[in-house]
């Protein structure tokens, strides 16, 4: 077991867990209030945001508006939509993009300086803020970085895994956190905690997600008691380089845009037969197709030739440095793509400020779920809501705590102790579970691989001690216990055993742990549940070498 120690009777107004886009947004936001960053990563690395190639969907041309930013939003949300969600995340766009330029992030510009915007599939009109082609997130990410560093207000402490929150019943009182490497945990007791850790990738074999996006913020809200939406809704990129890397490079859908082709090992363009989309129908739809072709045999490759051809290195760069590195030229051949996990759509549910189901807990960005993507996110509306419900959660902060006191920070005790490793089992457990999640609770579930999925995470979880594996079980239940519930195909959610989409569920849906706890319960004890744990060992004792 590890210890937990207070660092100091020193209680912090705020503390955010996660330094991506959106904790750094909102600690901006919230200066010059004292606010501690707690990340696991240094900011500005080990986070999705500035991974992002597209950009942030924003109505901010003569020829858009928010309402119709809002109806795309709503046309590819499966029916679980918030509405009244949707239309306050795309009405806020254009304050937000001001924000962004003023913190330095250098958008693509006309000779008149108007925002240059792009398309991407599903929406109707160009409407996507991008930087030099794919380089949006890392490009934004720098400037807040930058922005950050320059604030007294804001301290970082980086390289600190929060593994749980501190909490007496709903009230949520601080975050336990260890640094890496270390036995010893840290409390960081605070007056509101604000859970921006990001998403669950690294549940999955294949991700287009940093390793640090694994489900730890979603879990550790689930087993304070919080309230799980829509968990079962996960976005699997269609064109991730099927290269063997982990994580899987990704093939921004903006190549399809410029009119590149998915094709299969004999030449056929396959989306041609499946949708009158072809390569941009809705990412469910290609991700299956692609899925199936590589799951026959055929291959699946993306064909940028003649869309793209020799202007691809000046248009694509992270892309082409990703095929690059791969040892592949899309110039002159076409690249191996798969599905890889990109997004959670769902995630501990939130108000319009980004409030939780617990006291003094908010959550924003991908580890939320505010209803604003329903049963599936339209492109580039991830940043845009990371911005949009920062800054809400900033200004609902202020107004509980109208007077912020002092930031004098004591110091943390840095003395460096002996490290701790993954032991074999870990390293083990972790390999099955990304194994079974992808193979029960990717692109394609079923009730018999779901049930497996559950009762095999559960024999895990008993060979575990370490806090922030067992979280990675506990999201990985969260997430499956959520697909076996739900009985029918809507959005990023297929089951070939309920392919069709059912009205009387077209509702969100709503778990807590108790709840998740009984259908792990009722699958561990089913047959099909049994001959999972024993077709991988799981029902031996751990043998004394391994232990
Ligand atoms: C390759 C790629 C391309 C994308 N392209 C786009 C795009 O073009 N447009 C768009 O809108 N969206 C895009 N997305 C999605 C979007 O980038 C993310 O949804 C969004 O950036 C999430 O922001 P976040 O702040 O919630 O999480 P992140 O940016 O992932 O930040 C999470 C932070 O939390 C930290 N952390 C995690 N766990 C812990 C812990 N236990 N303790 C302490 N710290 C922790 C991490 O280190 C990190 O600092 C893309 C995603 C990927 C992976």
Same mark, same amino acid.
């Given at each position: 077991m590890t210890s937990a120690r207070n660092v100091t009777t020193h209680i912090d107004d705020v503390v955010i867990l996660g330094g991506g886009l959106t904790g750094l947004f909102c600690a901006l936001k919230l200066a010059p209030r004292p606010v501690t960053i707690l990340s696991a990563s240094p900011i500005g690395e080990g986070a999705s945001s500035a991974w992002a190639q597209g950009g942030i969907a924003a109505a901010v041309s003569d020829e858009d508006s928010a309402a119709s930013h809002a109806a795309d939003t709503i046309a590819v949300g499966g029916g679980l939509c918030e509405e009244k969600i949707v239309r306050l995340m795309t009405e806020e766009a254009g304050e937000r993009i001001r924000d962004l330029l003023g913190y330095g992030v250098p958008f693509d510009t006309d000779l008149e300086g108007r925002l240059q915007l792009s398309r991407e599939a599903a929406h109707s009109v160009n409407r996507i803020v991008r930087v030099r082609g794919d380089m949006a997130g890392r490009a934004i990410m720098d400037a807040l970085v930058a922005a950050v560093r320059?604030?007294?207000?804001?301290?970082?402490?980086?390289? $600190?895994?929060?593994?749980?929150?501190?909490?007496?019943?709903?009230?949520?009182?601080?975050?336990?956190?260890?640094?890496?490497?270390?036995?010893?945990?840290?409390?960081?007791?605070?007056?509101?905690?604000?859970?921006?850790?990001?998403?669950?990738?690294?549940?999955?074999?294949?991700?287009?997600?940093?390793?640090?996006?694994?489900?730890?913020?979603?879990?550790?809200?689930?087993?304070?008691?919080?309230?799980?939406?829509d968990a079962e809704f996960v976005q699997f990129h269609p064109t991730a380089l099927n290269v063997g890397h982990d994580p899987a490079p990704l093939a921004s859908?903006?190549?399809?845009?410029?009119?590149?082709?998915?094709?299969?090992?004999?030449?056929?363009?396959?989306?041609?037969?499946?949708?009158?989309?072809?390569?941009?129908?809705?990412?469910?739809?290609?991700?299956?197709?692609?899925?199936?072709?590589?799951?026959?045999?055929?291959?699946?490759?993306?064909?940028?030739?003649?869309?793209?051809?020799?202007?691809?290195?000046?248009?694509?760069?992270?892309? $082409?440095?990703?095929?690059?590195?791969?040892?592949?030229?899309?110039?002159?051949?076409?690249?191996?793509?798969?599905?890889?996990e990109h997004y959670h759509m769902g995630g501990v549910l939130t108000d319009a400020n980004g409030r939780t189901s617990l006291d003094n807990l908010w959550a924003a960005g991908e580890v939320a779920s505010t209803g604003a993507h329903g049963a599936n996110r339209l492109a580039s509306n991830s940043l845009l809501e990371t911005v949009v419900f920062a800054a809400r959660i900033a200004e609902d902060i202020q107004n509980q705590m109208?007077?912020?006191?002092?930031?004098?920070?004591?110091?943390?005790?840095? %003395?460096?102790?002996?490290?701790?490793?993954?032991?074999?089992?870990?390293?083990?457990?972790?390999?099955?579970?990304?194994?079974?999640?992808?193979?029960?609770?990717?692109?394609?579930?079923?009730?018999?691989?779901?049930?497996?999925?559950?009762?095999?995470?559960?024999?895990?979880?008993?060979?575990?001690?370490? %806090?922030?594996?067992?979280?990675?079980?506990?999201?990985?239940?969260?997430?499956?216990?959520?697909?076996?519930?739900?009985t029918e195909s809507r959005g990023g959610h297929w089951r070939s055993d309920h392919p069709e989409l059912d009205p009387d569920q077209a509702h969100r849906s709503f778990l807590t742990m108790s709840q998740v706890d009984e259908v792990v319960r009722a699958a561990v004890e089913s047959d099909i549940g049994r001959a999972a744990v024993a077709a991988r060992g799981l029902d031996q004792p751990i043998s004394g070498d391994e232990a």
């Amino acid at each position: 077991m590890t210890s937990a120690r207070n660092v100091t009777t020193h209680i912090d107004d705020v503390v955010i867990l996660g330094g991506g886009l959106t904790g750094l947004f909102c600690a901006l936001k919230l200066a010059p209030r004292p606010v501690t960053i707690l990340s696991a990563s240094p900011i500005g690395e080990g986070a999705s945001s500035a991974w992002a190639q597209g950009g942030i969907a924003a109505a901010v041309s003569d020829e858009d508006s928010a309402a119709s930013h809002a109806a795309d939003t709503i046309a590819v949300g499966g029916g679980l939509c918030e509405e009244k969600i949707v239309r306050l995340m795309t009405e806020e766009a254009g304050e937000r993009i001001r924000d962004l330029l003023g913190y330095g992030v250098p958008f693509d510009t006309d000779l008149e300086g108007r925002l240059q915007l792009s398309r991407e599939a599903a929406h109707s009109v160009n409407r996507i803020v991008r930087v030099r082609g794919d380089m949006a997130g890392r490009a934004i990410m720098d400037a807040l970085v930058a922005a950050v560093r320059e604030t007294p207000s804001i301290r970082v402490v980086e390289g $600190y895994l929060g593994e749980e929150l501190l909490h007496e019943g709903r009230l949520v009182t601080g975050v336990l956190a260890r640094r890496r490497g270390d036995r010893e945990r840290l409390a960081f007791p605070a007056h509101a905690v604000v859970l921006a850790s990001g998403g669950i990738g690294h549940l999955f074999a294949v991700t287009t997600n940093p390793p640090e996006a694994n489900g730890q913020g979603l879990a550790m809200a689930a087993r304070a008691g919080a309230v799980i939406a829509d968990a079962e809704f996960v976005q699997f990129h269609p064109t991730a380089l099927n290269v063997g890397h982990d994580p899987a490079p990704l093939a921004s859908e903006a190549l399809r845009g410029e009119g590149a082709t998915l094709i299969n090992g004999d030449g056929t363009r396959f989306m041609e037969a499946i949708d009158p989309l072809k390569e941009l129908a809705a990412r469910d739809v290609v991700a299956r197709a692609v899925f199936r072709e590589n799951a026959a045999g055929r291959g699946a490759f993306l064909d940028c030739r003649e869309a793209i051809g020799a202007a691809f290195a000046e248009k694509f760069p992270t892309v $082409y440095a990703a095929c690059q590195a791969a040892g592949l030229d899309p110039v002159t051949q076409p690249i191996p793509v798969a599905p890889a996990e990109h997004y959670h759509m769902g995630g501990v549910l939130t108000d319009a400020n980004g409030r939780t189901s617990l006291d003094n807990l908010w959550a924003a960005g991908e580890v939320a779920s505010t209803g604003a993507h329903g049963a599936n996110r339209l492109a580039s509306n991830s940043l845009l809501e990371t911005v949009v419900f920062a800054a809400r959660i900033a200004e609902d902060i202020q107004n509980q705590m109208p007077n912020p006191r002092s930031a004098h920070w004591p110091g943390i005790d840095d %003395r460096i102790q002996e490290p701790t490793r993954r032991n074999e089992v870990e390293r083990a457990a972790i390999t099955v579970l990304r194994e079974v999640m992808s193979a029960g609770v990717g692109v394609e579930r079923t009730g018999e691989g779901l049930t497996a999925t559950l009762a095999v995470l559960d024999a895990l979880e008993a060979r575990c001690a370490r %806090r922030s594996i067992l979280n990675m079980m506990t999201a990985g239940k969260v997430v499956a216990a959520a697909a076996l519930l739900r009985t029918e195909s809507r959005g990023g959610h297929w089951r070939s055993d309920h392919p069709e989409l059912d009205p009387d569920q077209a509702h969100r849906s709503f778990l807590t742990m108790s709840q998740v706890d009984e259908v792990v319960r009722a699958a561990v004890e089913s047959d099909i549940g049994r001959a999972a744990v024993a077709a991988r060992g799981l029902d031996q004792p751990i043998s004394g070498d391994e232990a």
